[in-house]
């Protein structure tokens, strides 16, 4: 499973930006996709995730201002953030866990990450 995001950028105290993640590969079902962050000198930390059935869970610190969601059809998680500021300033990581699925049709289960994109918040 091969994870691409995009849409990060620099941008003013109270902007917006969207992020986008794509998943693909071959004999795999995506289940959750989310997003993580890490500013430096920090752990990574969760951000926002979302059930294949739609079910989202935030950190206290986007709750509000972040929106998650996903199109099942394009394996596709999106990031809408707005109110942005400083402290949103990280590198992005969606991730994803799935199933793929061996030739003989035997479930692997496992985590995947995208590369990374850069949201830069002037103030």
């Known amino acids: 499973v091969q994870l691409q995001a995009s849409g990060g950028g620099l941008v003013q105290t109270g902007g917006s930006l969207t992020l986008s993640c794509v998943a693909s590969?071959?004999?795999?079902?995506?289940?959750?996709m989310g997003w993580h962050r890490q500013a430096p000198g920090k752990q990574r930390e969760l951000v926002a995730s979302?059930?294949?059935?739609?079910?989202?869970t935030y950190a206290d610190s986007v709750r509000g201002r972040f929106t998650i969601s996903r199109d099942n059809a394009k394996n596709t998680v999106y990031l809408q953030m707005n109110s942005l500021n400083p402290g949103d300033t990280a590198v992005y990581y969606c991730?994803?866990?799935?199933?793929?699925?061996?030739?003989?049709?035997?479930?692997?289960?496992?985590?995947?990450w995208g590369q990374g994109t850069q949201v830069t918040v002037s103030s």
């Open positions: 991730e994803s866990d799935a199933l793929t699925f061996e030739p003989d049709g035997t479930p692997v289960a496992g985590r995947y």
């Open positions: 590969g071959r004999r795999m079902t995506i289940n959750s």
């Open positions: 979302i059930t294949r059935d739609g079910i989202m």
